[in-house]
């Protein structure tokens, strides 16, 4: 439950796919009266995949908003899904029995809520089940892939470091946060940033000792990327996290994306999938 799990990138698709399938098996199976609605059938039938798109949206685009840290892509797991699809499965199925109660005047019937519930744990668990291992797999075995394709090339630049070590004139980085602090250090010596709520955690290269270092700043990831512009090296990867790509020296993947492991540093920056392309064209540069 605790597996990694990818997050949603097209969320539109969480929308539209659930409302076709609600219409499609209400429409051709016509259970819960609807077969005895006459012409009303084709109206229940649309404003249940309706409510479906209604509830789907709530799910795939509200509540990630009002609780950001339960949907964060970097702890998005297998038992997160699977508790968000449950819980978008019990509402649709109770603004279903709801809508049908009022097209059909039966009022508030406690026995069509249970044919309702019983319908949806007949229906949604095989295709759930078998799309979310699917999805998993898909994503691990590709990403595991373009990992490898990733580490191959970067065992063709083994001078890659010496060279940027040579180089003479190279830019300096001074970081100033909303307060007095700031800090001030070579662009090689950067490793990477992520956001932390209303800070940025920076993490660095001491200069002399090559030993990592951390300082937390009032800044945000816009103000940071605006700081880093004139370093080609240093990219955003993720939307919490900025990386100096010229420090990795391996990348591993999960079903979330790859994952990059940088010269001096234990820690393990992410790459979303809406960076994959950018981070990985630059690695095999």
């Known amino acids: 439950m605790r597996t990694p799990y990818p997050a949603q990138i097209q969320r539109w698709k969480t929308v539209v796919i659930p409302a076709v399938i609600i219409f499609l098996i209400l429409y051709l199976l016509q259970p819960f009266g609807i ?7 084709l109206l229940m039938c649309s404003l249940s995949a309706l409510l479906t798109a209604g509830v789907s949206a709530l799910f795939s685009y509200a509540l990630p908003t009002l609780f950001p840290r339960f949907y964060d892509e970097r702890r998005w797991t297998v038992g997160r899904y699977l508790l968000n699809l449950a819980g978008m499965l019990m509402l649709i199925a109770v603004a279903i029995w709801l809508l049908l109660s009022w097209l059909t005047d039966t ?13 949806v744990l007949i229906l949604a668990p095989f295709p759930t089940v078998v799309f979310t291992m699917w999805s998993y797999n898909l994503n691990l075995r590709r990403h595991l892939q373009e990992a490898m394709n990733i580490n191959a090339s970067l065992s063709q630049h ?10 003479s004139a190279e830019p ?3 970081f100033c946060g909303n307060t007095k602090e700031c800090l001030s250090l070579k662009s090689s010596d950067f490793l990477y940033a992520e956001s932390d709520g209303n800070y940025i955690r920076l993490n660095y290269l001491l200069a002399g000792d090559g030993k990592m270092s951390r300082k ?3 800044l945000t990831m816009k103000q940071a990327e605006e700081i880093t512009a004139t370093c080609p090296d240093i990219m955003r990867c993720h939307r919490a996290f900025l990386v100096n790509v010229d420090k990795v020296v391996k990348v591993t993947g999960n079903s979330q994306g790859l994952r990059l492991r940088l010269e001096g540093c ?6 979303s999938r809406v960076y994959v392309k950018q981070v990985k064209t630059k690695l095999e540069d």
């Open 35 to 41: 077969a005895q609605a006459g012409e009303r059938a």
């Open 107 to 119: 009022g508030i019937d406690v026995r069509l809520f249970g044919y309702v519930m019983l319908w």
């Open 158 to 167: 083994p001078q890659k470091q010496e060279n940027v070590a040579e180089t």
């Open 172 to 174: 300096m980085l001074t």
């Open 216 to 218: 937390l700043l009032r």
């Open 266 to 271: 234990t820690d393990e920056v992410p790459v």
